[in-house]
């Protein structure tokens, strides 16, 4: 095993969203079983949850996704106030499918680049009748990620973006990399309060 590999555990994941959200945000990221979810904090639990399946590192990335984008109203709903269409579904159903997509998995793979790891794209359709034009789907989320990295990222994306650059790319220590992610943040309170 490389020294990589032995850095990509779901502890170090877990610790860096929860160091730079955490306290701000009331949210944690919790290893989930067979689906995931995000919940909002209720009465038995005081936080937001952002449960990633199986223990699957990749989909912890795309939950953490998710969340980047999802806006202070859709992060009080569980998950986001979004209908998941579960695989097997029609052209149409794919397509809006798709098109959801697209922003969350562009961040993904800028995230999973950063972690030094490859990045699938995820067409999670297995089950349905209709044909998937992955290759159409890649080229939309390879631009979209492209634009990002040209334009700049959403402030909550930049923040772990900032914090996995720091752990895996440069080998920071993890409370190093969680003060740099949370810089990012206190950066934006920064600004707004100027």
Not at 43 to 66: D, K, M
Not at 78 to 107: H, K, M, S, T
Request: hydrophobic share 40%; charged share 20%; net charge negative.
């Amino acid at each position: 095993m490389s020294y990589a590999e032995e850095r990509w555990t779901l502890e170090d994941i877990t610790a860096l969203f929860d160091g730079v959200f955490g306290q701000r945000y009331q949210t944690r990221l919790i290893r989930g079983d067979d689906e995931p979810l995000y919940r909002p904090a209720n009465n038995e639990t005081p936080y937001h949850q952002v449960i990633f399946a199986r223990g699957y590192f990749a989909s912890a990335l795309h939950e953490i996704s998710h969340w980047c984008i999802a806006g202070s109203q859709r992060r009080l709903q569980e998950d986001y106030g979004y209908w998941y269409c579960p695989d097997g579904r029609n052209a149409e159903q794919q397509a809006l499918f798709e098109r959801a997509e697209i922003v969350p998995q562009a961040l993904e793979s800028i995230f999973t680049h950063a972690c030094g790891r490859p990045f699938n794209i995820s067409v999670d359709n297995l089950g349905g009748d209709v044909e998937v034009d992955r290759s159409a789907f890649t080229a939309r989320v390879v631009s979209r990620a492209q634009g990002y990295l040209k334009e700049g990222l959403p402030v909550r994306a930049n923040a772990f973006l900032v914090a996995i650059n720091c752990f895996y790319s440069h080998q920071k220590a993890l409370a190093d990399a969680i003060a740099e992610g949370q810089a990012v943040l206190d950066q934006l309170d920064v600004t707004a309060s100027a």
